[in-house]
Nanobody
Framework: VQLVESGGGSVQPGGSLRLSCAASGYASSTKCMGWFRQAPGKDREGVATIDYGGRTTYADPVKGRFTISHDNQRTIYLQMNSLQPEDTAMYYC?????????????????????WGQGTQVTVS
């Protein structure tokens, strides 16, 4: 199982970035994938999730600014608009969520098994 993120970088406040995550090694399409982030000195926090049916969940700080999407069940994206300095973090792709967990509970990292290496987003 491998998750590979790309698309991070440095932008000025108000700018945009688009992150991608490609999943490989799964026997079948993963049911749910998500994005998490971790800023220096802080815990990893959920950003957004998307399930097989396209249902999405967003953390309150990113609602209205970030959009998660997928073009199949092995690649997801995170369109980030109106970026602010507080969005600066390492962003991680996640998959392999506990199938019994749904909705906003999926924003908790404890329910996920598979993680990418992360891509840095810096807003300054």
């Amino acid at each position: 199982v491998q998750l590979v993120e790309s698309g991070g970088g440095s932008v000025q406040p108000g700018g945009s970035l688009r992150l991608s995550c490609a999943a490989s090694g799964y026997a079948s399409s993963t049911k749910c994938m998500g994005w998490f982030r971790q800023a220096p000195g802080k815990d990893r926090e959920g950003v957004a999730t998307i399930d097989y049916g396209g249902r999405t969940t967003y953390a309150d700080p990113v609602k209205g600014r970030f959009t998660i999407s997928h073009d199949n069940q092995r690649t997801i994206y995170l369109q980030m608009n109106s970026l602010q300095p507080e969005d600066t973090a390492m962003y991680y792709c996640a998959a392999g969520a506990n199938a019994a967990v749904h909705g906003r509970s999926l924003l908790e990292q404890r329910w996920w098994n598979d993680w990418g290496q992360g891509t840095q987003v810096t807003v300054s």
